[in-house]
């Protein structure tokens, strides 16, 4: 069984992937990983200007190295979205993720175009949103909880400026594909979430 998830950041989609990907007992790839490590890349070498650089590094990525506790900063994130703009680092990073979808017995991926672009054949397909404000709390929290340094307007300012540019990018924006489910967490715990996601795809797949 095949899952797409897309969603906005901080959606609680990456959350959803992981716990149904436990589920199902399926491969899980976090797709954002894989622009953050190459935005991380741009950002030490100084190169996050050079969309060259970016697609070359984008095609020379190790995603055997990539590590969630350094690539989730709020610096990286932003560095991300910038080089997920641009089509040459989406071309690099497209085969890759195709593959890991092709696995045997299936995957669980998340992201931004998994349903519209990497797997438009999937079996079931989610789009998690919730309000800006909902989804800067739940990113405020998380940054806190790692000391990094920083205030709840910022982290909604930046929410902001990434749903902008990541709807907003000409290559393979971030937009609902026609067959998603909609799943709204602003009033949703993780466990109801669950429930409420688990349910789509059991629906969806006939399982
Ligand atoms: O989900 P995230 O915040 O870790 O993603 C980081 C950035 O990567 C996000 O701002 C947009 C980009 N991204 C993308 O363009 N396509 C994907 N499939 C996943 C992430």
Known sequence: ML?????????????????????????????????RAVGA???????????????????????????????????????????????????ALLELQRQFAAQTGGAVLDGRDIGTVICPQADAKLFVTATPEVRAQRRFRELEGRGEATSFGAVLEDIRKRDARDSGRASAPLVQAADAVTLDTTALGI????????????????R
């Open 3 to 35: 899952i797409a998830i897309d969603g906005p950041a901080a959606s609680g989609k990456g959350t959803l992937a992981r716990r149904l990907a436990v589920h199902f007992r399926l491969p899980h790839l976090d797709t954002g990983l894989l622009y």
């Open 41 to 91: 890349q741009c950002l030490v070498r100084g190169l996050l200007a050079d969309e060259t650089a970016s697609a070359d590094i984008a095609r020379a990525l190790n995603t055997d190295a990539l590590n969630p506790d350094t690539l989730r900063t709020a610096d990286i994130g932003e560095a991300a979205s910038v080089v997920a703009a641009r089509p040459a680092v989406r071309a």
């Open 191 to 206: 466990e109801e979430a669950f429930a409420a996601a688990l349910a789509q795809v059991q629906a969806r797949a006939g």
